[in-house]
């Protein structure tokens, strides 16, 4: 795979403010590993404020992941190893 001048150009434009480096390596025509490596040989860096406006903007991936509420499974556990460390903390 050779890189145009019309590929680094999107890539000089688009990678310091890209979210999803692997949709971009992906239209480009290369791997996401690729893209970075030559983004680095090129110095070009992510821009960080650009990346949180565009995430505050409207992000790409929807809302975030729910809290995991715990179940009573686990809560039981984390009792039950609490009580056994108090057990053990009172005998010693």
């Known amino acids: 795979m050779k890189w145009t001048d019309e ?31 030559k983004a680095k040989s090129l110095g070009i860096k992510r821009d960080p404020e650009a990346m949180f406006a565009a995430r505050s903007i409207g992000n790409k991936r929807g809302a975030a992941a729910p809290r995991r509420v715990p179940t009573f499974g686990t809560v039981a556990k984390a009792v039950a190893a609490r009580t056994a460390l108090e057990v053990a903390w009172s005998a010693a």
């Open 7 to 37: 590929r680094l150009a999107r890539l000089k434009a688009e990678f310091p403010t890209t979210l999803d480096v692997a949709a971009l390596a992906d239209e480009l025509g290369v791997h996401p590993n690729r893209l970075r490596e």
